[in-house]
């Protein structure tokens, strides 16, 4: 973090009178499978569809110190299986993070797959706070019949989850809001986090937030230049990122991410809300929905 970015989000917090940020959507994984990601983000894989250079490309505790630099509170683990019998093992991992970095917010994943709930039931009894779904990623139905008893469980028990199911940056056999409106139709109270704002199907997604209240958003690379310039967000819909301020949260997809960190808030500030959205959004949304002191 440069000089300027300490300014910056000093400023930022100080204008706005909190504590920090709250960052729900950040990755932090097990090396091998994060030098992974990033060499696929370096390839311009079939997912990204473009150049994807990695901001904070650094080890473990460097990226740690470098999100605490910038005032960030608390923060996730977001993981994702690709395949079968890979979600138990990455929640074990997971799970240890969690115990050893107190400001990271538990989390855990799963996969379509015959023993999902045992390791889902284990995963919320063990503690954790969010769940991470990469509809993309993964290649799954959402509404496939192994999942029906993750999802009761976990309506059941009001755990957020963090579900990439937009068709950015480029769509998937399940991706977009007809699946979602589907699994919402079943499970109504289902604590869902739309993952960047559900680009680029922002008014369908605003659309299900209107029918079922416990649907969120969170912010992730939206509004930036980056997305900007494949899947800018609608101006008419201005509007409605008002009246659901109470349910969008901030999110940054640190450390893959191609700009600046402190480019993901002032994408939010230049969007001209005001000062009590952008309080709600980057710390008070969440601190209500986590328990955060």
Not at 47 to 76: C, H, M, N
Not at 93 to 111: G, I, K, V
Not at 267 to 282: F, H, K, P, S, T
Request: glycine content about 6%.
């Amino acid at each position: 973090m440069n000089a300027d970015d300490n300014t910056y989000f000093a400023d930022f917090r100080a204008r706005l009178g909190v504590p920090g940020i709250i960052d729900v959507h950040t990755h932090f994984m097990p090396e091998p499978v994060m030098r992974k990601v990033w060499a696929y983000f370096d390839s311009a894989g079939p997912l990204t569809a473009r150049a994807w250079p990695i901001a904070y490309r650094d080890d473990e505790q460097v990226r740690l110190k470098t999100l605490r630099g910038f005032g960030v509170r608390a923060f996730s683990a977001l993981v994702y299986p690709h395949k079968p019998e890979m979600a138990a093992w990455l929640n074990g991992w997971t799970a240890e993070f969690a115990r050893r970095t107190p400001d990271c917010l538990h989390t855990a994943t799963f996969f379509p797959e015959p023993h999902a709930e045992d390791y889902v039931a284990e995963a919320i009894r063990g503690g954790a706070r969010l769940f991470k779904v990469h509809i993309q990623v993964g290649d799954f139905d959402p509404g496939d019949p192994l999942l029906d008893p993750v999802w009761g469980l976990i309506q059941d028990a009001a755990v957020p989850v963090v579900i990439h199911c937009g068709s950015g940056p480029v769509p998937g056999e399940f991706t977009g809001p007809a699946p979602i409106a589907a699994l919402l139709q079943r499970f109504p109270r289902l604590p869902l986090i739309v993952a960047h704002m559900g680009a680029p199907e922002y008014t369908e997604f605003f659309d299900l937030a209107e029918r079922y209240p416990d649907l969120r958003f969170d912010t992730t690379m939206t509004f930036t230049d980056f997305f900007e310039e494949a899947d800018p967000f609608p101006r008419h819909e201005y509007a409605r990122l008002t009246a659901l301020g109470d349910r969008i949260l901030f999110g940054s997809d640190f450390p893959n991410i191609p700009y600046n960190y402190s480019h993901a808030v002032a994408a939010l500030e230049r969007l001209d809300l005001g000062d009590e959205w952008l309080r709600a959004v980057c710390y008070r949304n969440a601190a209500e929905l986590f328990g955060v002191d």
